[in-house]
């Protein structure tokens, strides 16, 4: 069983930068792709990025491609997801979340079999 616990959210300024980190607990997280999901208020759950096992792949939504970058430290069993140029619109709750033997392209919620209990993003405007 994978647990997965984020951690990094906050108050930020537009414009500004914040780092998420999720770390996971088992052995074998490297078989694991990773994902990056967001929900605002009244919305549904979306797809950031995504990030393979190796960390050789990653794919990403258009709002934020160019603006946040997915890595991971599979050593250290933790995948981040940097945030730069934040606009008012991220504001959301973000989950990362878990795929064994995954792919990085994979946007579907019912793909990942584990989650975190997310982590709060506000940016002022």
């Known amino acids: 069983q994978v647990q997965l616990v984020e951690s990094g959210g906050g108050l930020v300024q537009a414009g500004g930068s914040l780092r998420l980190s999720c770390r996971a607990s088992?052995?074998?997280?490297?078989?694991?792709?990773m994902g990056w999901f967001r929900q605002a208020p009244g919305k549904e759950r979306e797809f950031v990025g995504g990030?393979?096992?190796?960390?050789?792949?990653?794919n990403y939504a258009d709002s934020v491609k160019g603006r946040f970058t997915i890595s991971r430290d599979n050593a250290k069993n933790t995948v981040y997801l940097q945030m730069n140029s934040l606009q008012p619109e991220d504001t959301a709750v973000y989950y990362c979340?878990?795929?064994?033997?995954?792919?990085?392209?994979?946007?579907?919620?019912?793909?990942?079999?584990?989650w975190g209990q997310g982590t709060q993003v506000t940016v002022s405007s």
């Open positions: 990030i393979s096992g190796s960390g050789g792949s990653t």
């Open positions: 979340a878990a795929a064994q033997y995954g792919r990085s392209w994979w946007k579907q919620l019912e793909s990942y079999d584990h």
């Open positions: 088992g052995r074998t997280f490297s078989n694991y792709a």
